[in-house]
């Protein structure tokens, strides 16, 4: 069984990895991308000698998928950050943020006070209905405008979810940004009791929320394809794919000179618009749904200064209503003991809002520049003239998913399922964060390991691992408990429409 997977970020990754584990050595396993590297906006470089994260950050350490990951991969545990403040931007000051909230959300608005970035409206009195009826889904302000102010979401809600999406708490889906919040406000009649509901519904959990693997988020996509055993093909984009009687065909390589790869499934884990012209041809339908999605660009720019320049934070948030180009700043060698370097001051300022296009036209060293000057004139001081300067752009890194985003995505899903040997993957369906896009990649990989083919791959892998003195027992197992198409022939009205799909 030959397996393509389109897309080598950190969700293709996965699925390949994940492929791998569950059906053994007998799958062949192809990684393609347009890129020429591994981990797509996982990337770990340097500046002026001080290593960096270029992309992704950190990970979010509440799903312990990606510890797990690394720990099997042998990169060891992974490196927390200092339990140092972060703070908001408001009226010119930088500001604490406040604790207990759930993304800015307060469970009580009277406990924002004017020492915090953002004071709230009292709350109405609840109605006799939920605030959301069964299944709905507004976006974050709706629901939190009308209940608690203005103030809570341009200066609280808003940059707390601009620096994870680039986006604004009004446009951002509920359902897919904040899901406890989304689930609570079915059935509870006050945005205050829907925050305590949805709190204490998530998992208790000690030390810090982030960490990340000490050798960098590069070592981590590169050691997951090696685990994977795929066959790498960098610089090579997918142009086409079209289903065939035996499985697919997929156009690989420039316009001149393209080259047909034949597969027996495909994990396609490419953003949605690229994942809409590729399904266009045999699934309009379904390109339609996934086509919709758009992206905000965003850009970093890592300053390293010479000193010790930097107040005693893991950085700060800036809301869109402070008028700066920043969005963010995070002091990389206070927050991350492990990369910090002497002598110097590692700052990484993020630009780019959703809709907001100007800032980014402005040409890299402008940019830079931009961005100290925002840096000097929020910490109130002047900044030395950097010894290393790294502009990083990403142009349509980061979905922006509207109300309703996920009923889209379950149709589009829906709409493949006489396409079973083909899965969709990735940020742009499941998702932003890597543990959300490593658990993308697993469930696409299940999803084609519980094809007829790759179960009868998975059984032998399962043989191959058993003990010799008990494979005769582990082979018995497989057969009872795989059913139809799996350890034994089944009738041909049970296996045949998965066999012509499959190739088998």
Known sequence: MHVAVVGAGISGLSAAWRLRHRLGAGVDITLLDQAGRFGGKLTTGEVAGVRVEQGAESVLLRDPVVAELAGALGLGALAQPAPLPAGIVAAGATRPVPRGTLLGIPTDPSTLDSAGPARATPEPPGGPDPLLAAGADVSVGALVRPRYGDEVVDRLVDPLLGGVYAGRADDLSLAVTVPALH?????????SAAVRAAQAAAPRTTGPMFGVPAGGLSAFATALAAASGATARLDAPVRELAPTPSGWRLTVGSTRDPEHLTADAVVLAVPARPAARLLSGFAPAVAAEVGVLDYASIALVTLVLPGDVLPASSGFLVPATEGYAIKAATFVGHKWPHLAAPDVSLVRLSLGRYGETRVLQCADADLAELARADLA??????????????????????????PGHLDRIARARAGLAEHPTLALAGAGYDGVGIPVCVRSGFAAADRLAATPAADRLAAAARLAAAPAADRPAAAAADRSAAGPGVGRRAAAADVEPAEISTGD
Not at 183 to 191: C, D, G, I, K
Not at 377 to 402: E, F, K, M, N, S
């Open 183 to 191: 689930a609570a406000a079915q059935h509870e009649r006050t945005l």
């Open 377 to 402: 004139a929020i910490l109130g001081t002047r900044l030395p003239d950097p010894v290393g300067v790294r502009v990083q752009r990403w142009g349509g890194a980061l979905p922006q998913y509207g």
